[in-house]
């Protein structure tokens, strides 16, 4: 009998859910909605009833973990707290639910730390015990490894590297701060960036004809030459670059592994984040940090990290 | 027979060590120079001639392990590696040589780790697995622990948050770079704040009267309510508070435990820089971090650290 994982994304509007195989391959996977449950016991009722229609028995019964990636999921209690963007609120007891309900083990993690694991396990950080994890997405998450483990710190919520000042009294964060670093490099962020850019430059750019500009937009524009899209990411790359040294000060990694919508711009992002990053490391850590992109595809990270989670 | 560990803190001038019991009491203690040896080689004989003279032979025969704390000290390696402050040049296979010597099995690393270790097993952070300890000395140096481990990082050197940079494109640091936290927070930094507000602001202060003032005249002025020196530890407080959030968000500890000359300063210091730390923190994590003094004493620590080091 094989052994399989099943990995569970709970996002603000859908729940995506799969069985992993050693190899981290997903051999087979569904979705229901995370909204209109009346409770957390009915959503749970309704993702059993999904997984038993939707899986063979053969793989069903091959299931010896559980793991799910969710918002504010608190891995020490198995808990989500106080999920902004979930219509459950308060104190969720999710793995306690699950386990119930699925008769397996179940660990919760949040996305990002889930996402560490499934580097480790299944991506480009296999082999390492000292790495940190970024995601450029909506905001910017992080899941910080060393000594093989994920940090989770005292309270289970480690890892906010997001909300790190990347710039002190800069921009206005939807945490209430300012200056964070997902005010810059995530996928909103950049777009700010845009718009301070086009108000104080007066030059010719596709992206002044754009309305609603996308992080996707000013990758296009990059890719056609264009001097301002270019100007744009060198400054991300300068907030994001100036951060990871600070961070590197601080845990050592063997690598950074970026992931998310930002980190697809490739040498775009890369290069200047690397390039300022190298430039403001102390002297001990210079040349030793590789920065690298995900080896896992967009689609799979949440259902595998979620897996991958122990 | 009682199981002893022995300390060696290898200092710029003289390397101290003591035997030291399971309850963290230093049971003998005795001291070489650091300098004047023609080799590590010969170091380490005139390190083990001084221990066999000083110490009972009982204690010797109970030494277990032997930890030290050496600048540049590598945990993983068991090497010292490149110090500016040691007369030895390069790598230097300390580890092996104390090893051959005294036939005990020996760890090295850097002081600010070892100040970590020996809170965790014999101070303020005994049973605590998630903590950072700051060491506010002539420098600024850090030991972060995450489940119950230092993070020594890939290559054994992780924990610089003396060289976070706190001020961006602030004061020149000796490492090359600008704004690095130590040199604000270290007490030659304070000082550095001392003669700067002295420059710019012209009211009578008792500071005014000395001749190269130390951190200890900034709090003698503070204990006869000098407004000057008040605000010279909320500034040093606000960037030390600053930097504290920001590391918080990273590991988020338990406590986060401040030791050396400046942390002497009492509430002088630490009430500034809790009250900029919880201003700066994200939501999740206010009011939920110690910030709390060492419970070794200053004499101690540097071989009760090494002692403690596994």
Sequence with gaps: MSRFRLGIDIGGTNTTFGIVDASGKIVAK???????????ETFVAALFEEYKKAFDRTLQDGVTHIGVGAPNGNYYTGNIEFAPNLEWKGVIRLAELIEAQFQRPTKVSNDANAAAMGEMMYGAAQGMKDF??????????????????????????????????????GRQCGCG????????????????????????????????EKQDITAKDIYDAACLGDAMALEIFDYTGKILGQTLADAV??????????????????????????????ENLLHIFKNKVKLIPSLLKESDVAILGAAALD
Tied chains: 1, 2.
């Design 30 to 40: 569904s979705s229901i909605s995370t909204r209109g449950h009346n409770s957390p």
């Design 132 to 169: 940190i994890m970024v995601t450029l997405g909506t905001g910017v998450g992080s899941g910080f490894v060393a000594n093989g483990q994920v940090i989770y710190g005292h309270d289970g919520f480690a890892g906010e590297l997001g909300h790190v000042i990347a710039v002190r009294d």
């Design 177 to 208: 701060r300012k200056g964070c670093l997902e005010t810059y490099t995530s996928a909103t962020g950049i777009v700010k960036t845009v718009y301070e850019f086009l108000t104080k430059d007066s030059r010719a750019t596709p992206l002044r």
């Design 249 to 278: 000060a601080i845990t050592s990694p063997e690598a950074i592994i970026l992931f998310g919508g930002l980190a697809q711009a490739g040498d775009y992002i890369m290069n200047p984040t690397r390039n300022y990053m190298e």
